[in-house]
C-alpha cells in the first residue's frame, strides 16, 4: 500500500536533508507549531485509534455529526506516513483527525504556502497546494498509481 506514489505530488513535497533539516521550505514562523518529527506523526495517527465521544472538547458525538476515524484510515495514514519517510519527505507540520473520520497531515511552507494531504477514505486522498496569494491547487492521490 502506497509504495508507488505519483510523480508530481512526490516532486512537490519538502524535504530532509542528511542534517535533519528540510531544503529551505519551512521557515520559522509565528503560526507555525514546534517542529515535528516521524515518530510524533505516527504516535498521533495511533492516538486515534482511542477516540470516543468528545475527543475534540466540543462535544464531538460519533453518529451525531462525527464519524470514528476507522482502523483501516489509520492504517491507510500509517503505511503513506512510512512511504513519504522512506523517500526523505520532511514530517508534517500537523496530524490531525477529522470530525467526518478523516486523516490529514499539513505542512507549512517558509514561502506562506502549504501543503494539505486528506484522507477521504482508506485508498484515496485529497492534496492541496495552497499558495500565498490563496492559489489552490488540488490533485488526488491513490493508492493504485505506479511512478
Not at 44 to 71: C, H, M, N, V
Not at 106 to 125: N, Q, V, Y
Request: with cysteine.
Amino acid at each position: 500500500m502506497w509504495d508507488s506514489l505519483k510523480p508530481e505530488i512526490l516532486a512537490r513535497l519538502p524535504r530532509s536533508t542528511m542534517n535533519g533539516t528540510t531544503n529551505g521550505s519551512h521557515a520559522p514562523s509565528v503560526l507555525a507549531s514546534p517542529p515535528t518529527n516521524w515518530e510524533s506523526c505516527l504516535e498521533k495517527l495511533q492516538e486515534y485509534r482511542s477516540y470516543t465521544d468528545d475527543w475534540d472538547g466540543q462535544g464531538a458525538a460519533f453518529g451525531k455529526p462525527a464519524a470514528p476515524i476507522t482502523g483501516e484510515m489509520i492504517d491507510s495514514a500509517t503505511a503513506l506516513a512510512t512511504s513519504l519517510r522512506r523517500v526523505g519527505v520532511s514530517a508534517p507540520d500537523w496530524t490531525f483527525p477529522g470530525v467526518d473520520g478523516t486523516v490529514g497531515f499539513e505542512w507549512r511552507l517558509g514561502s506562506g504556502d502549504s501543503i494539505s494531504l486528506e484522507f477521504r477514505d482508506p485508498t484515496m486522498a485529497d492534496v492541496f497546494f495552497c499558495a500565498a496569494d490563496n492559489d489552490v491547487e488540488h490533485l488526488i492521490l491513490t493508492e493504485a498509481v505506479t511512478v
